[in-house]
């Protein structure tokens, strides 16, 4: 029995949960592959690939210039359907057994200096009201929670806890952590609900993070507030919501945070995921070793 992409797919959406965008990335995977299998080998049916076609297919995205980055997730999606499919039809071969990924060149995480973080947060930088309250909380909470966009724009106002100076963060898969803040980022958060109260003249509830006109925030907004607060500190090319992520990251590395501690505030599923900060780290201790040693 064929297993489509669509069974799939609303497994992804139902049982684990994916976010729209991922389910999307999923799905152009699986149909650019079907596409290929139906123009190069008049087949249908994807879970009639085999290991060579697969092979063929990803070769040809590196001739196309496509990113191993980008490969690599293209063979994971593959990855993914193939278990569900097995687990579906016990008598299905599994061809990614026999495919492994492309080695990826090792890029550092790109992040701002501690002391471009001090200029961005300082006050004077922030206009009066809620506007400038809310674009300073949104920077301190990616700079001191280390979380993503998605969890940030997802963020309720329940999920705070003024008390205790702790968050609720919903992750991916609707994995929950529950973070801590320090006391200056709640006192922001304090005074961003004020604020927030006055402007649209009702009790804050639902989303923590809202436009201008009340609305709940969306990537690109958050994508263009950032660029535009960090182009103010940093001449670094990338300036997303994921560099203050990244240093976040490296900045509690560089102060000898534990990387497991560093590891459950992220949110990350492994600790392989969160030990490539450590090379961030690794450059820092190099560049004072050549500095200071009279040898170097």
């Not at 922030?126 to 949104?138: T, Y």
């Not at 963020?155 to 200056?184: C, M, S, Y």
Request: proline share 3%; hydrophobic share 35%; glycine share 6%.
């Amino acid at each position: 029995m064929a297993v489509s992409t669509d069974h799939f797919l609303d497994y992804l959406k139902r049982e684990k949960r994916y976010s729209a965008h991922t389910i999307l990335a999923y799905e152009t995977d699986l149909r650019q592959f079907t596409d290929y299998l139906s123009d190069q080998y008049g087949i249908d049916e994807i879970s009639l690939a085999t290991a060579p076609m697969i092979r063929s297919w990803f070769a040809g995205a590196m001739q196309q210039g496509i990113s191993r980055t980008s490969i690599n997730r293209k063979l994971s999606t593959l990855k993914s359907f193939f278990r569900y499919a097995g687990r579906r039809d016990a008598a299905l071969q599994n061809p990614m057994e026999k495919v492994g990924s492309i080695k990826k060149n090792k890029v550092l995480p790109v992040f701002v200096e501690e002391e471009g973080m001090d200029r961005l947060l300082d006050r004077s930088v922030f206009e009066p009201g809620f506007v400038g309250q809310r674009d300073r909380l949104i920077l301190e909470m990616l700079y001191t929670t280390g979380m993503r966009l998605a969890e940030l724009i997802g963020l309720q106002h329940h999920d705070f806890d003024t008390e205790k100076n702790t968050i609720k963060i919903t992750g991916k898969g609707a994995k929950q952590r529950i973070v801590p803040v320090i006391q200056e980022v709640s006192d922001h958060y304090t005074d961003y609900c004020r604020e927030k109260e006055k402007e649209f003249a009702m009790p804050v509830s639902g989303p923590v993070f809202v436009t201008n006109k009340g609305s709940k925030i969306y990537p690109k907004f958050v994508y263009r507030l950032v660029n535009d607060y960090l182009s103010k500190v940093t001449s670094r090319s990338r300036k997303s919501p994921h560099v203050l992520r990244h240093t976040f990251a490296t900045h509690m590395l560089n102060r000898g945070a534990d990387l497991n501690a560093i590891k459950e505030i992220m949110g990350h599923a492994s600790l392989a995921a969160t030990q490539v900060y450590t090379h961030n780290s690794i450059e820092k201790i190099k560049n004072v070793y050549k500095q200071a040693h009279p040898k170097a």
